[in-house]
């Protein structure tokens, strides 16, 4: 096969306050973690929540909208794509991560007049 997709789409929410990269005050990354659920009832009828944790990662001029808006808890729908990495530490040992490098992202809840930035 010649053509391949790779895309992510991603409902949950945002798990810590992002962390911000900048060089020479131009912000170069948003990094953060993402947490996506969903419920089911196990063979006992129960309802069981099974939680999954992503890497986030947004570059250039979205990562300064991260910066400026987004703070744990806030519920967001992103769209990326997937990247595996792997690189050996200074022990020789092996370690492989997985991120999402999100190219599109909305917001799920604006902000109520009555609610006031937090600084």
């Not at 006992?44 to 986030?56: D, P």
């Amino acid at each position: 096969m010649k053509y391949g997709i790779n895309k992510a789409t991603l409902v949950g929410n945002v798990g810590d306050t992002p962390k911000i990269n900048e060089k020479n005050g131009e912000i170069l990354l948003a990094s953060f973690p993402f947490a996506t659920s969903e419920t089911y009832k196990d063979k006992n009828g129960e309802e069981v929540t099974a939680t999954q944790w992503h890497r986030i990662k947004v570059w250039n001029k979205r990562a300064s909208v991260i910066r400026d808006y987004v703070k744990k808890g806030d519920s967001l729908y992103i769209e990326g794509k997937i990247v595996n990495n792997n690189w050996d530490d200074k022990d020789g040992s092996k370690h492989y991560s997985t991120e999402i490098e999100c190219d599109n992202f909305l917001f799920l809840r604006s902000k109520r007049p009555e609610e006031k930035e937090v600084s």
